[in-house]
DNA sequence: GACAAAGTAGACAGATTTGTCTACTTTGTC
DNA sequence: GACAAAGTAGACAAATCTGTCTACTTTGTC
């Protein structure tokens, strides 16, 4: 295996442990026998399971936006096409491997003096809020959209954190009854 | 002592350690610790740390169930009332002992399998959409009442996280004008 | 086929964790 | 003052964890 396709590898499989189990309850020793690589090799290509967090995060986001975007784009750029978010929503929620957000669920485990981590995850959800804004160019006062993307962000987020904490749907489609009323 | 404020006293300074520093980083021996009390009577209290766990969970909701009721019921009555668990918040996320949601940190560092948690967080939240529903009593339509409870509900938790994430106070008068709208 | 880069297997250090147990001391009540 | 309940101090077991290191093997390229 290719150098940069053995740290691609070691990403996705620490992804899908972490995001599932969770950080902290994750050891090394899981990821390298689940990726079935030796420990040295992880180490390698990560200076610690910290680095592996923060790549964790970064590929993570890097699938949803790239979804997330592809999803929306197939919706007619009318005014409404942002409420397409929580449709894409509703089918990850579907999925069987939904388990929240990984961002709130990192947060939640790191210490709060982890600048690094914190930060990373503030540059996703912003880039989160600007992905919204761009589909709201209806709006032509720049304030009022930034206002508007920030105010569907919100609903959105809960309806990731609230549909998986009840294990229902309901936060999904109050959420867009919601975003459906502001955007008018 | 006498053995009740013993059991108190644990829960009140293993609640604080856990909501600072988190549930799973917070150490049985950092509990002994910061308590001044013994290991052994630590354990001839509590069966197991996670029955702290839920000792804490419920510890946190009690204190806040009472102090956003008194908060709320020194509102007027009237329509807007309910408006008031935003400008609660504000108050809190003033406090520099703000943290977040307890429920969402606690409920991402425990395992996807541990129903007695989570189902207790639920309760909680239940518990919270009820507080609000009984804010809301101008609306007369049972259904639409607890539709528009849910949706509050779903503003003020997005409040909660994303002013703790963000570090910054706009979610939660932005969370307030969203839910200004709705209530009409 | 030589040679360097990359990967393997796993022992190990050193630190941490929860929970148990023993032996002792304090406290409150009769 | 006797006696039981409650608390203390901390050693200990048994399991975890991250990260390092050694000695060996495979792989790709010239």
Redesign the pocket.
């Known amino acids: 295996?290719p150098?940069s396709s053995?740290r691609q590898h070691i990403v996705e499989v620490a992804s899908d442990l972490f995001y599932r189990n969770g950080y902290n309850r994750?050891?090394?020793?899981?990821v390298i026998a689940e990726s079935?690589?030796?420990?040295?090799?992880l180490?390698?290509?990560f200076r610690?399971?910290?680095e592996i967090c923060i790549a964790y995060l970064q590929y993570k986001h890097e699938v949803f936006v790239k979804d997330i975007k592809s999803y929306c784009d197939a919706r007619p750029a009318d005014g409404r096409q942002v409420l397409a978010i929580f449709d894409f929503l509703g089918a990850f929620f579907q999925d069987r491997d939904f388990n929240g957000c990984w961002c709130i669920k990192t947060v939640a485990e790191i210490p709060r003096e982890d600048e690094r981590i914190r930060k990373e995850i503030q540059k996703q959800k912003n880039q989160l809020i600007d992905f919204i804004e761009s589909l709201l160019m209806d709006i032509k006062d720049v304030g009022e959209r930034r206002n508007t993307a920030r105010q569907v962000y919100l609903l959105y987020e809960s309806a990731v954190s609230e549909s998986h904490l009840h294990q229902a749907d309901w936060p999904i489609t109050s959420a867009k009854a919601i975003a459906s009323k502001i955007i008018g």
Request: glycine letters at 10%; a positive charge; charged letters at 25%.
């Open positions: 295996m150098r053995t994750t050891g090394i020793n899981e079935g690589i030796a420990k040295a090799t180490y390698n290509h610690s399971k910290d």
